[in-house]
């Protein structure tokens, strides 16, 4: 089993910058990939980024290109979202996530819920205008 743990959201101006960490602990060798989502109430969950172990692929949600940076430091076992000029429409709950490589086949994979199968809390991340 995996745990990850979520933390840095919080309440920030449109346009400022924040970093969320995701702690990883239990069996994380067993990971191949992790990803960030995010989820508005009322709203269906949405793939923000992910990353392969190796940080050698990133992938991103074209709304997030150009603005956030996914990254990870396998030492400490964390994930790391840099995310900068944030805007209103970027207010929600941002959950980490991991899986294991039998999920990821394609490029569109990474973008799936489905594909992970550990999950953290969450963490708010609010954007006032």
């Known amino acids: 089993q995996v745990q990850l743990v979520e933390s840095g959201g919080g309440l920030v101006q449109a346009g400022g910058s924040l970093r969320l960490s995701c702690a990883a602990s239990?069996?994380?060798?067993?990971?191949?990939?992790m990803g960030w989502f995010r989820q508005d109430p009322g709203k269906e969950r949405e793939f923000v980024a992910a990353i392969t172990w190796s940080s050698l692929l990133t992938y991103y949600a074209d709304s997030v290109k150009g603005r956030f940076t996914t990254s990870r430091n396998n030492a400490k076992n964390t994930l790391y979202l840099e995310m900068n000029g944030l805007k209103p429409e970027d207010t929600a709950v941002y959950y980490c996530?991991?899986?294991?490589?039998?999920?990821?086949?394609?490029?569109?994979?990474?973008?799936?819920?489905?594909?992970?199968?550990?999950w953290g809390q969450g963490t708010q991340v609010t954007v006032s205008s």
């Open positions: 996530a991991g899986g294991t490589r039998v999920q990821f086949r394609t490029i569109h994979d990474y973008g799936l819920g489905s594909s992970y199968n550990y």
């Open positions: 239990g069996r994380t060798s067993s990971i191949y990939a």
